[in-house]
């Protein structure tokens, strides 16, 4: 969705031109224009993100474990989620919808009589009552010649001289997201969510600082500074160090931080004109990105709000509708107020040309991931022609890396033990997107599995932090097209298959049977690639902390090193079926008993009715034989 918005007056140029304009110290008067704000074709690709990632249609700042979204709704049917997702509209569409099923509420908050009038139902009329029909005709009488309730846009800066009477960063950061207006945020503390129709997407600049003051008291701030030595010019991809502070800026603005104008630090004597810097908050983080012409560095220095230390996860429980089960699923989330710590130093020492690290989880990073399903083969003919075809991608990733780079040796592991073997970990290498030295640089990582197993999906992950989303595009249209060229069957997958939480996504409802005899486990595991035909998917850690509806008569204890005794993560096979459309997760206790999660691949399944009804035939026959086990073993 951020691309979009580019177009529509945002933008990192925009905000940036907003930031460099040192207007006279005196407070706009209300009502007086303020400069429009045009965005050049070549910024929107600034923040853009892969059009396979963006075509998200929620954008929400409250941070769950590392990444997920924030369900706005408590119940959430397939026609609730396709209204929700077809019917997005930009924050200035037509009033009219947004005072729908809000009833006489509504005339609290209108502005005065006007000509133009919005037509609201009339009060219920009690039949034999004649006061009550009076009543009835005067309250929609008054309601006919209400005005239409204004709303904040935020990408209209003229709307901004409306401001609330307080002044504080959450009410200024947040007042697009009320549908009825700043006089009713006003009035309540918090926003009326049955009335939010409309993604939170922060504006690129906030109007709210604290007084130098405030950030120097230890009571209310804490400070950390650190400086990223920069490389010498003809070392480093950047032409020069403003191009390197706006990439570190970028990233920032990509885990929620909003550019501060320079217009509101002037009023604070905060800014010096002759120094190279950006300032951008989160209320309770805030940032000063400075160049330091002396040390050629950056310095950055951090203020951290002392509120919002020790707080306390939300839990959130609402019903899903699953395609699978054909009924509402009971799912749980859990939100944090303020976003988890995040290592910037390490961020931009990695963007200033740190050959040593490299792009960590805890980075958040947009991402695209991939399998290959090996074939189905039947003697060592077909084993060994599957290996061929596997060699002929390991030559295209030595061509696909930068020069002078190592060459990229994957084992293959043949048919030769009872079990596959897992992988024995990840490597990657960095791919230039740049077409000629002078464009400006562009790169992403591919991570991909270090050996392959013949009897084993091969994961293979497209991953950046500074890269335009339709170069991202071509890298994976070039994988599709190479493995399809060598006979190799590449399918999406979502990023969270791998990861240790299998509840990420909101939108997305994976089943979970407790199986509490470790003999059916047994046979099921064993059933999955023989009877089923489902593949091994490598051994991934897992957090059964999560199941918190599933860990009675588990064991998923004795951890001597932990303070709860309760293990954080714990090992968990997983399986895919071969047509791509379905995992199956199996977390397995000390006693051997097992937690099964399965769960659709809906990257896969893209809208296709036929391969929707092939995941839930596989599902309903894999329940079954759960069942049918358990009654025999008598659990």
Known sequence: MLPSLLNKGGGIEAALAQYEETPDLGVAKPGTPKPGISVPASVEKRLSTSPIISTMPFTFSLDRRNEGYNPNYSRLGPDRIAAITEGLQPLDFHRRSLSKGLGDRRSSFAHGSSKNQITAESSSKTPGNSMSRNKSKKHSYQHRYRRKVWVLNPFRQEDEDEVLAKRTHNRRRWSHVFPLGEAE????????????????ILPMTIDF?????????????????????????????????????????????????????????????????????????????????????????????QYYANFAENESPQSYRYLLWSALRQDYVSVVQTFTKYTSPYKWNELDMLLSGDTISSISEDMRHPRISFVILPDPFTDQNGESGYSSKFQRLVEYFNKLQNKGSGAINIDTVMKCEKAPKASKGKRSFIVDLRRRNSDKYEWCEIVHDSNCDTRRTFRITIQWLVAIGSKIDQQAQLLHRRCAQYGLNLI????????????????????????????????????????????????????????????????????????????????????LHRTGTLFIRLLRDAQGKAIVIIYLNNLQIAGDAQLMECARTIFNDVEHFITEECKKAGC
């Open 185 to 200: 945020f006003k009035k309540h503390a918090g926003p009326n969510w049955k009335s939010l129709c409309q993604p939170a």
């Open 492 to 575: 999406r997958v979502p990023n969270y298959s791998s990861l240790r939480l299998s509840f990420l996504n909101p939108y997305a409802v994976p089943i979970t049977i407790p199986v509490r005899d470790k003999s059916c486990v047994n046979s099921l595991e064993e059933a999955l690639t023989n009877d089923f035909d489902f593949v091994y998917d490598d051994c991934h850690m897992a957090d059964p902390n999560e199941l918190v509806d599933c860990l009675d008569g588990f064991d998923f204890i004795v951890n001597r090193w932990s303070m709860n005794k309760r293990k954080k993560f714990v090992p968990a096979k997983q399986y």
């Open 209 to 301: 600082h604290p007084d130098p003051s405030e950030l120097q008291d230890q009571d209310k701030f804490r400070i950390k500074q650190y400086s990223v030595t920069l490389p010498s010019m003809n070392e480093t991809n950047y032409k020069d160090a403003t191009e390197l502070l706006d990439d570190l800026m970028v990233q920032r603005v990509r885990q929620d931080f909003q550019l501060v104008p320079r217009s509101i630090l002037s009023v604070h004597r905060e800014t010096d004109n002759t120094v190279l810097s950006r300032t951008l908050s989160m209320g309770h983080k805030i940032q000063k990105l400075s160049y330091n012409s002396t040390s050629d560095s950056v310095d950055v220095v």
